[in-house]
């Protein structure tokens, strides 16, 4: 059946990583706040409390939110005088996406091969 397939597709290592980051990016999308903040991060640099002013949070909230989605790599910052801007990281979303879509067009070509 399909785990046998499956098994087969995942076997590379390298691929396992890639697989294992895509799903961690999942995971964030499917966090309300951080989609949110991505959300407001692709129309503009915002610094912390504009932010948590926008989506009515805590600047501890946002603060921790930050350091996540910035280790995973999603979201930028830069230092002006005494504010952190942050900003979306668009080629590394662009990238997740891109190996998202490949993943299924991948599955999708070997559902046609059988």
């Known amino acids: 059946?399909?785990?046998?397939?499956?098994?087969?597709?995942?076997?590379?290592?390298l691929e396992k990583a890639e697989i294992n980051h895509i799903i961690d990016f999942l995971k964030l999308l499917s966090d309300k706040s951080k989609f949110k903040i991505l959300i407001l991060l692709s129309h503009k640099k915002m610094y912390a409390n504009e932010i948590a002013e926008q989506l009515n949070l805590t600047n501890a909230t946002i603060s921790h939110h930050m350091r996540i989605l910035t280790l995973q790599g999603l979201v930028e910052s830069a230092r002006n005088q005494n504010k952190t801007y942050y900003y979306l990281n668009s080629s590394k979303f662009h990238s997740l996406l891109n190996g998202l879509l490949g993943k299924f067009k991948s599955a999708l070509i070997l559902?046609?091969?059988e």
């Open 1 to 13: 059946g399909l785990g046998y397939k499956v098994d087969e597709i995942f076997e590379n290592t």
């Open 111 to 113: 559902e046609k091969e």
